[in-house]
Every structure is written in structure tokens, then in C-alpha cells.
């Protein structure tokens, strides 16, 4: 039977939990994890892709739950250090994490592909599931604000998102060409369903969909599209995404954030609270995975609905 | 007053010491240590500089003693994981060592020659006295052994020094242009003395002397040429000296160790067991420095000794 594939889509974090419990109830050859790139960027001669690294951190059982992001049993002597030497301190690297993109770094340099190096690296740390770079190709997210357009990590990170955001734009999507196994699992008739994790989607799922051809393919793929908001109870669980909405002049919904992916969406899961204004098929459930056992719940929910509206 | 420079030529750990010495001896702006880069290599990506590093841990005291290797407070998180990604783990690399090789090939990467990021570097961990590559260019140690030509660290680290050394070579030191601030502390009339440290000469001096121009600058400096014997009591005091001394066909001997500078030399430091069969003035001191009074005590026995050479 060829119509398995789950296709995943997610940012970091919020999408991250989701993608763990589809993990636990899926055979590992039924999901493909189409990580958003739009956040990658290039610090202190490294090519660091955080989306991707929490992804496979979380799914590795290797993520440090205690800090929200990062690895366990990380120690920070080189981060200590950096900065007596001049360098750059304001994204911290811890000594575990930096082995990932100093060895990623170096394996792009010598000229494979981003699929290939994660490809790899999630196969070593145990990761049973693809997880997929949107494409090979690099897409930068740049932020406007009121002093013009500064780079996402400076934004997110480094101005820890005080600016206010008044446009965005992903770099590179223009040209980007999509992962072709990522196109291969949305051919029409293949993919049993394509998840929109509760990632942000200004940041985390509109790159991906920036991406040309992709957008295309997962409405042409035949499997039902299904969203988790990342919006509970009306407000964003983590992170920018509530505070993005209103610079944007949009209500903080989940109504706002179903509404960002149009006539792409056949269903969409909310919060209990969260219903209203929505135009497409809803499933009320509890949203904020805080278990384990809430994230394969949810997870459950997810393809229940999905596969109830195939 | 100009004729104040002292250049020292160096190496690693046995060089280190004495330069050391000399450090507690000058003024910062009398003395330049020129750094053998012939064992520089790329590694995981990134250019490591061994001989520079290991100057510059040591004169800014943060060398591990214990270890004879690397910085002191040291941690190995990366270490531990970059080979659960595949990557190489041959080579140690500790955590805050990293920080220094991250940054060093950053700036290399954007531009910057690695006098500018070697200079910088030794300020800011609060080193007076100037240490430089002995050019900008790489230079690459390979070793001829029986299997054919295998890199330095290749033979050095990752096989122990076991391969048998039948020929030595230094990779780009034909067309490596000298260090210019050393070329001009070398002009006729401008250095007190140029102090030859202890270190290994097939492997630490002879590449810096294979730079076209500095062993001619040396010479014509007029300033009195002293080495300090890496060979003590008929035994080297690190490393595979005296190994490749026997493998090259030469006498264990401080003899062997002095004629491999030839007429460049005024003056050869021995030890007092090991003066036998040298061609140029000699003076017998402790060269065994295990203390910083001792590397002091030599340093100021090198300088008394050029002096009188004058």
C-alpha cells in the first residue's frame, strides 16, 4: 500500500512536540518531517538550522525539555569563551550542539546537500523518520521593521523579537528549488496526509510554502491538509507569534493563523475555547502538549481527522 | 634605541617554555616570537594552528600543565559527540581550544590574514610581546614514511608517530611570502638576537627557514644566532626528535640537532653532558625548564650569551 505517507511540516518547538507524537504512532517509513529552513543562517562561519536541530533533538530524545531548546547534558565552555576571543555571543552554542554544525558545516562545504548531511545525522542519533530540509536551496527570512530589514536570527535572537514587525520576506524562495523527496511523497495519490504542526506560520510554515512547487503539490497531492493552531486559548503558546499578529493588523486567533493558509486547509484542529470565524472543518482538542502522552494524543486526533476527511 | 628585537623562532611545547622565559625577561615590544605554521592543518573545517596556539596558551598562562596540551579548565563535550555524527575524532579538540579555531577561520574566511587574527587574538588573552606566523601563506609539513607521503598530523596525532620518517617536506614553502613585521625586525642592525628555541628542527624550525627570504634575513640581520639544544643529556624532551633523528640517519646528539642550522648559527646551548662535536661557540646551562624560574634562568643565560656573541 503506497498511500502511508504522513508529510509534516513544522518549525521548531510547538511543531516539534507534534512531529514526536506522530513518531510514536506511525511506522518510521510512514513520516517524512519537512523542516522549515527559513531560520537557518550563517554565525561564526557555521551553517546553524535551528528548526531542523530541534527537530532532530526532540525526536533523538535529545532535547533539553528544562531550557526549551538545545541539547541535554549540555555544558557552555566554548560559549565562555568565544567572547573573550572577540566573537560573537549572542546566539548561544552549547559545547554538544556546536559538534552538529561544525560537522554539518564542514560535510556542505565539501559539497553535499543539506538533505543529505540531516539525512545522515538523524539516521546516527536513532531517528527512525525523514526529516527533510524544504529545500536544499538557501531561504532566509528577513524581518522589516521600522529601521528596515534586519536578518530573522537578529530579530528572534538577538533583539529577542522587541522589534516591531512590519513586513516579511524569505530570501532566496524565489529560486529555491523544493526537496525532491519531499515533492515524491505529495505526488497526487501518495501521501496519506499532509499535518501543519502548530508551528508560527508567518515564520515557520509560510517559508515552506514559499518554497515553488510546494504550495502546488500539497493541494495537488489528493491527502487531506490538516492544521494544528498554534493559538490556545487565544494566545500563542510560545514565542512571537501572537505578538507578530497583532503588528500585522491581524486579530489573535486561531481563526488569524487558519486563515493564513487560505483554501490550502481542509481541516483544522483548535482549542476547546477556540473556534470561532474558522471556515474550514474543525476538531476541538486539547492543543498544548505538555506529555508525552498529550502529544501522541494529539497526534491520534490529528490523522483520526485527517483520514475522516479523505 | 632600535637594535632592541629579540625574534625568536619556535615550535610548540619546548619552544613555548622558553619563550616563555623570554617574555618575563623583555619588555613586551622587545621581543617577537615567530611561530612555525608548517603543522598548521584543516580539520573538521576549520584551521588549527597547533605551534601558534600552543604559544599563545602558554604565554597567557592558560596552557593545561597537566596535559602538556591544549588550555588549562578544559571541557570535551564536543568531542564526546561529534563522533556520534560521524565526524573525526582523532584529533582533540576541547571546548574552549574550539572557540579560539571557530573564530580564527571565521575571520580567515572573511578575509583577514592570520597575523591580523593571530595578533588580535594573543591581545585580547592579554599577551604583550608580539607572536606572528612565520607567514601568511600556508605552509604544510607532509612526511615521506614507507607507505608514501602522509600529512603531519596524520602522522603526528592520528598514527602516534609510528610511521618510520624517511623524508620531510613543506608544502607551499616555495611560494610562501615571509611575515613582513618579521622581515622588517630581521633588516640589517635592527634585532638584539635571534634566539633559535628548543624545539624540534626538522619539524618546528626547518619550515620557518624554508620560507624563501627568512634564513637570508637571519643571516644578514648581523645579529648573533643562538639555539637552545632540543636534545638533553643525549634524549629529546618531548615528542619524536630523536626518533627521526635515528630514522634520517643522524646521531642522537646535540651535534645533530646544531648542524641542521649550519652556518646560520653563532652560538648552540647545551647542556652539560651534550656538548661534544660542535662547530660553534658553545655554552653549557640547564635547558631542562621545568619551572618558570627555570625557563626564566635560560632565557637570561640565551640572552647573555648572544650579547656576548655580538
Not at 533533538?57 to 547534558?73: F, I, K, M, P, S
Not at 496519506?192 to 497531492?221: D, T
Not at 512571537?240 to 481563526?255: C, F, I, N, Q
Amino acid at each position: 500500500m503506497n498511500q502511508r505517507t504522513v508529510v509534516a511540516l513544522s518549525g521548531g518547538v510547538g511543531g516539534a512536540k507534534l512531529a514526536l507524537g506522530l513518531t510514536r504512532i506511525l511506522p518510521p517509513d510512514d513520516l517524512l518531517v519537512v523542516a522549515n529552513t527559513g531560520d537557518d543562517f550563517e554565525h561564526l562561519g557555521l551553517t546553524i538550522c535551528p528548526d531542523t536541530d530541534t527537530l532532530t533533538y526532540v525526536l533523538a530524545g535529545l532535547d533539553n525539555t528544562e531550557q526549551g531548546w538545545g541539547r541535554r547534558d549540555e555544558t557552555w565552555s566554548f560559549m565562555d569563551t568565544i567572547g573573550t576571543l572577540g566573537g560573537a555571543d549572542w546566539f548561544r552554542l552549547g559545547d554538544r550542539d556546536l559538534a552538529l554544525h561544525v560537522e554539518r558545516t564542514r560535510r556542505l562545504r565539501a559539497g553535499e546537500s543539506l538533505s543529505q548531511v540531516t539525512h545522515d545525522i538523524t539516521r546516527r542519533l536513532g531517528i527512525g523518520p525523514r526529516i527533510l530540509p524544504m529545500s536544499d536551496d538557501p531561504v532566509r527570512t528577513r524581518v522589516r521593521c521600522d529601521e528596515g530589514w534586519i536578518d530573522f536570527q537578529e530579530y528572534f535572537v538577538h533583539r529577542q523579537c522587541r522589534p516591531v514587525v512590519r513586513e516579511l520576506a524569505f530570501e532566496g524562495a524565489g529560486v529555491a528549488r523544493p526537496q525532491p523527496e519531499v515533492m515524491a511523497a505529495l505526488a497526487p495519490g501518495r501521501a496519506r496526509a499532509v499535518v501543519i504542526c502548530p508551528s508560527n506560520p508567518f515564520i515557520s510554515i509560510e517559508p515552506i510554502l514559499a518554497v515553488p512547487g510546494l504550495r502546488a503539490a500539497i493541494a495537488a497531492s489528493g491527502a487531506p491538509v490538516v492544521a494544528v493552531s498554534p493559538i490556545v486559548g487565544g494566545r500563542a503558546v510560545k514565542g512571537p507569534t501572537a505578538k507578530m499578529m497583532e503588528e500585522l493588523g491581524l486579530a489573535v486567533s486561531a481563526a488569524s493563523a487558519a486563515g493564513r493558509y487560505g483554501d490550502l486547509l481542509d481541516g483544522y484542529i483548535v482549542d476547546e475555547a477556540d473556534g470561532a470565524g474558522i471556515s474550514v472543518a474543525t476538531r476541538a482538542a486539547p492543543t498544548l502538549m505538555k506529555t508525552v502522552e498529550d502529544k501522541e494524543a494529539l497526534a491520534r486526533t490529528v490523522l483520526d481527522f485527517a483520514d475522516s476527511l479523505a
